[in-house]
């Protein structure tokens, strides 16, 4: 059984930086591409960014591109998102997911439960 | 990007009913080279992270009951809950991942009238 665990939330200033963490088990991490999704309180999903299985590509919504960068370590079995310039609006429950297949364009059929940004001075 | 939609936004159903939430894209979500719709759906709990139900349109995650059933092609898309039980209380999303940025609909809450 696949499991994924996020870590790395917490209160932070805006304009300040922080890294998640999402540790996969369960499966050969590297096979598969992942994803960041995120939910602000009350809120729907957003699609945050999405990194191919082996790393290559990676690719961004908007409202995050140059600010934010994914990344992932396949001998940790671990998947980050760095997140600099952190606004606001970027406050939200970030979820970390397996892609249904190496190819970024697939679902995610795994997800974490979650860990909760807050951007506040 | 391609916009989500979702009709409608919340809906009541009896124990036992018939629940259709509907889901319409910007864009076609069908690749012509591989024939499929880059649809998904989504059922979530509260305080829960989502959970996939449907991918590629129509095709049912593995260990989800078979009540739920995805159809549609194109632009437009339909979940269907047969014979709804107090478990489906939730709000269920669609997601096109055929254009990055992968986008959600807006979310449909389904509960029990």
């Known amino acids: 059984q696949v499991q994924l665990v996020e870590s790395g939330g917490g209160v932070v200033q805006p304009g300040r930086s922080l890294r998640l963490s999402c540790v996969a088990s369960?499966?050969?991490?590297?096979?598969?591409?992942m994803h960041w999704v995120r939910q602000a309180p009350g809120k729907g999903l957003e699609w945050v960014a999405v990194?191919?299985?082996?790393?290559?590509?990676?690719y961004y919504v908007d409202s995050v591109k140059g600010r934010f960068t994914i990344s992932r370590d396949n001998s940790k079995n671990t998947l980050y998102l760095q997140m600099n310039d952190l606004r606001d609006e970027d406050t939200a429950v970030y979820y970390c997911a397996k892609s249904r297949a190496s190819s970024v364009y697939n679902s995610g059929d795994y997800w974490g439960q979650g860990t909760q940004v807050t951007v506040s001075s | 990007d391609i916009v989500m939609t979702q009709s409608p936004d919340s809906l009541a159903v009896s124990l036992g009913e018939r629940a259709t939430i509907n889901c319409k894209s910007s864009r076609s979500l069908l690749y012509s080279s591989n024939n499929k719709n880059y649809l998904a759906w989504y059922q979530q709990k509260p305080g829960q992270p989502p959970k996939l139900l449907i991918y590629w349109a129509s095709n049912r995650e593995s260990g989800v009951p078979d009540r739920f059933s995805g159809s549609g092609s194109g632009t437009d898309f339909t979940l269907t809950i047969n014979s709804l039980q107090a478990a489906d209380v939730a709000v269920y999303y669609c997601q096109q991942y055929f254009s990055i940025p992968f986008t959600f609909g807006p979310g449909t809450i389904v509960d029990v009238k």
């Open positions: 369960g499966s050969t991490f590297s096979n598969y591409g």
């Open positions: 990194i191919s299985s082996d790393g290559s590509n990676e």
